[in-house]
């Protein structure tokens, strides 16, 4: 995305809050003009003292007055473009991430699994942040900046024209030097926005992660691709700042020669009775206020330059392609739960071949367990069944309907999902069991937790339902997470149930309570049971074995060990 088509985008989004808009703009008008008319009057008041014993006493404290009274309405609409000014940053801001954030719930999964967790969170949080902070400063600046730029330069060719274009010359130097600082800082402001990014995105793994980093003694590893990240972020930094502080002092120096060419080309002026001392010093204020905009605007530009890049990042994740929309399809009507594979073709790359010609049948009410080494494609099915992720090839039918013609709303409330990786947000356990079903009452959230043997230690927490959970369960074993998600998939009441490992991070004893606990509820229930412990799968109606993306053997338990092949090794290893 160019930096044009960028600067549209946000204009759009601010052109959504018109009214603040055109309260800064008339705000920043008023204020303006007041200041601009401030000079000229401070003028006609020196003009009125001729020398000593010549000043008209009468004159200047009226004209002192009337200035006093300039100076308070400026002051007045400035204070209200600032007001305005935050109003419509904010409302802007608000706007872009609240679209960025329904964004990311319309992307499918294989986005998440391809992109970095901390730099998503990094394009909703710091760049919008980057992009509010140059929105606020960029539009006082830019409003101003242009009424008083105007409105100087028209009262200096009022003044005199000849003194006027000199200041002119000097201006116009000074604009093609902050351009070419403007441009090289744009450039590195954008490497910079990435790089924080990718930082975020790194820290946001190892933190999330700190056990497996120390279990495996990974910290000084860690720290030393830490470092290399922090050191290109530090070298790009270094240089963005680097040609950004080069526009202060080279424009203040430029303009501080304009102001000295004004001083001596009044004063030749004065000595020829050309120009009054009132004017030579109205021309001087015009002269400094006509170079301090240029000069805020182009020291500004480092913020906007960044602003900008941020600004990018987020349209960037904005433009993602979102899943196709379903809302004119129907909604899945379930009749009791047969699912069937045909043919289907799938793979995460299309250069690395996993499933193919995959055709599974599942009848109203089975229990089928998959089961196969790691890279079988056993999840992969579960990310299928629940479209997570479209096959390249063949259909998948729930009950006569093919998934892709239903809405995955409909679809996905179908089903109960019980996954190995548990997650909790940060809540009270009550809320947490809940999450499933809106409105759930306490006493259906109970029966779930009984169900699913979590209600003992439930009642052990320190204020047992009402007890918050920190972020991701941190203060919970992950044996007791595993039990909410359960206790979780149970209150949903669904008419299929999936289990990829659900089981994998309780004890044998637990296990054996889950266990019998989901016998229960899959009564009358089409269920898919994927797990690594054979041991959890022998009483399924139906054993399907897989390895490299296919079925390689079906049948009972007792079938399978009697055929002594693929499912019989694993067993017996």
Same mark, same amino acid.
């Given at each position: 995305?160019?930096?044009?088509?960028?600067?549209?985008?946000?204009?759009?989004?601010?052109?959504?809050?018109?009214?603040?808009?055109?309260?800064?703009?008339?705000?920043?008008?008023?204020?303006?003009?007041?200041?601009?008319?401030?000079?000229? !009057?401070?003028?006609?008041?020196?003009?009125?003292?001729?020398?000593?014993?010549?000043?008209?006493?009468?004159?200047?404290?009226?004209?002192?007055?009337?200035?006093?009274?300039?100076?308070?309405?400026?002051?007045?609409?400035?204070?209200?473009?600032?007001?305005?000014?935050?109003?419509?940053?904010?409302?802007?801001?608000?706007?872009?991430?609240?679209?960025?954030?329904?964004?990311?719930?319309?992307?499918?999964?294989?986005?998440?699994?391809? +992109?970095?967790?901390?730099?998503?969170?990094?394009?909703?949080?710091?760049? !919008?942040?980057?992009?509010?902070?140059? &929105?606020?400063?960029?539009?006082?600046?830019?409003?101003?900046?242009?009424?008083?730029?105007?409105?100087?330069?028209?009262?200096?060719?009022?003044?005199?024209?000849?003194?006027?274009?000199?200041?002119? @010359?000097?201006?116009?130097?000074?604009?093609?030097?902050?351009?070419?600082?403007?441009?090289?800082?744009?450039?590195?402001?954008?490497?910079?926005?990435?790089?924080?990014?990718?930082?975020?995105?790194?820290?946001?793994?190892?933190?999330?992660?700190?056990?497996?980093?120390?279990?495996?003694?990974?910290?000084?590893?860690?720290?030393?691709?830490?470092?290399?990240?922090?050191?290109? &972020?530090?070298?790009?930094?270094?240089?963005?700042?680097?040609?950004?502080?080069?526009?202060?002092?080279?424009?203040?120096?430029?303009?501080?020669?304009?102001?000295?060419?004004?001083?001596?080309?009044?004063?030749?002026?004065?000595?020829?009775?050309?120009?009054?001392?009132?004017?030579?010093?109205?021309?001087?204020?015009? @002269?400094?206020?006509?170079?301090?905009?240029?000069?805020?605007?182009?020291?500004?530009?480092?913020?906007?330059?960044?602003?900008?890049?941020?600004? @990018?990042?987020?349209?960037?994740?904005?433009?993602?392609?979102?899943?196709?929309?379903?809302?004119?399809?129907?909604?899945?009507?379930?009749?009791?739960?047969?699912?069937?594979?045909?043919?289907?073709?799938?793979?995460?790359?299309?250069?690395?071949?996993?499933?193919?010609?995959?055709?599974?049948?599942?009848?109203?009410?089975?229990?089928?367990?998959?089961?196969?080494?790691?890279?079988?494609?056993?999840?992969?099915?579960?990310?299928?069944?629940?479209?997570?992720?479209?096959?390249?090839?063949?259909?998948?039918?729930?009950?006569?309907?093919?998934?892709?013609?239903?809405?995955?709303?409909?679809?996905?409330?179908?089903?109960?999902?019980?996954?190995?990786?548990?997650?909790?947000?940060?809540?009270?356990?009550?809320?947490?069991?809940?999450?499933?079903?809106?409105?759930?009452?306490?006493?259906?959230?109970?029966?779930? @937790?009984?169900?699913?043997?979590?209600?003992?230690?439930?009642?052990?927490?320190?204020?047992?339902?009402?007890?918050?959970?920190?972020?991701?369960?941190?203060?919970?074993?992950?044996?007791?997470?595993?039990?909410?998600?359960?206790?979780?998939?149970?209150?949903?009441?669904?008419?299929?149930?999936?289990?990829?490992?659900?089981?994998?991070?309780?004890?044998?004893?637990?296990?054996?309570?889950?266990?019998?606990?989901?016998?229960?509820?899959?009564?009358?229930?089409?269920?898919?049971?994927?797990?690594?412990?054979?041991?959890?799968?022998?009483?399924?109606?139906?054993?399907?074995?897989?390895?490299?993306?296919?079925?390689?053997?079906?049948?009972? +338990?007792?079938?399978?060990?009697?055929?002594?092949?693929?499912?019989?090794?694993?067993?017996?290893?």
């Amino acid at each position: 995305m160019n930096k044009n088509s960028t600067l549209k985008r946000l204009y759009r989004y601010i052109a959504g809050n018109k009214k603040y808009l055109y309260f800064v703009i008339i705000a920043a008008l008023l204020a303006n003009i007041f200041m601009l008319i401030a000079p000229y !009057i401070s003028g006609r008041a020196i003009d009125f003292i001729k020398g000593e014993n010549n000043v008209d006493f009468g004159m200047v404290i009226k004209i002192s007055s009337i200035l006093l009274g300039v100076y308070i309405l400026n002051a007045l609409f400035t204070w209200g473009m600032t007001v305005f000014t935050n109003h419509l940053s904010n409302r802007t801001i608000e706007k872009m991430r609240q679209d960025a954030f329904e964004k990311l719930s319309k992307l499918p999964l294989k986005y998440f699994d391809s +992109h970095s967790h901390g730099d998503i969170i990094s394009r909703l949080t710091n760049d !919008i942040d980057s992009v509010s902070d140059g &929105l606020l400063q960029g539009i006082t600046q830019l409003f101003s900046g242009l009424v008083t730029v105007i409105g100087s330069l028209l009262m200096m060719f009022l003044l005199s024209w000849k003194i006027a274009l000199c200041v002119v @010359a000097v201006t116009i130097l000074c604009v093609f030097v902050s351009r070419f600082i403007a441009v090289n800082s744009g450039k590195m402001f954008r490497v910079q926005a990435a790089t924080t990014g990718e930082i975020n995105g790194f820290v946001n793994e190892t933190v999330g992660n700190m056990k497996v980093v120390k279990a495996f003694g990974y910290e000084q590893r860690s720290g030393g691709i830490f470092g290399e990240i922090n050191s290109r &972020l530090y070298d790009c930094g270094q240089k963005a700042q680097f040609y950004s502080s080069l526009v202060n002092p080279t424009t203040r120096y430029i303009n501080n020669l304009a102001y000295i060419s004004v001083g001596i080309l009044g004063g030749l002026a004065a000595l020829s009775g050309h120009l009054s001392v009132g004017i030579i010093s109205s021309f001087l204020i015009y @002269a400094t206020q006509f170079a301090r905009p240029i000069n805020d605007m182009t020291s500004i530009l480092t913020q906007l330059q960044s602003a900008t890049a941020a600004a @990018a990042r987020v349209f960037a994740l904005s433009d993602e392609e979102a899943e196709a929309d379903d809302s004119a399809r129907n909604d899945l009507k379930l009749k009791g739960g047969e699912v069937v594979f045909e043919n289907v073709d799938f793979s995460y790359d299309e250069n690395v071949e996993l499933i193919k010609n995959l055709n599974i049948k599942a009848k109203k009410g089975q229990r089928v367990a998959i089961v196969g080494p790691t890279g079988a494609g056993k999840t992969t099915i579960v990310n299928l069944l629940m479209n997570f992720y479209n096959p390249q090839g063949g259909a998948i039918v729930v009950d006569g309907q093919n998934i892709n013609s239903v809405t995955r709303d409909s679809l996905r409330k179908s089903f109960g999902m019980v996954l190995q990786e548990t997650w909790l947000f940060s809540g009270t356990v009550r809320e947490n069991i809940a999450y499933g079903k809106e409105n759930a009452t306490d006493e259906e959230i109970i029966a779930a @937790a009984k169900a699913a043997s979590a209600h003992g230690f439930i009642n052990r927490l320190p204020d047992g339902y009402d007890t918050m959970i920190t972020e991701d369960g941190g203060n919970l074993s992950g044996g007791q997470k595993q039990l909410l998600t359960i206790a979780r998939a149970m209150l949903t009441n669904p008419e299929v149930l999936i289990l990829d490992e659900a089981t994998s991070n309780v004890d044998t004893m637990t296990e054996q309570r889950i266990q019998r606990a989901f016998l229960k509820m899959m009564e009358g229930r089409t269920s898919f049971i994927i797990a690594h412990r054979l041991s959890t799968i022998r009483e399924a109606d139906l054993i399907l074995v897989m390895n490299q993306g296919k079925i390689v053997e079906q049948g009972t +338990h007792k079938e399978l060990l009697e055929k002594n092949g693929f499912y019989a090794s694993l067993y017996n290893a």
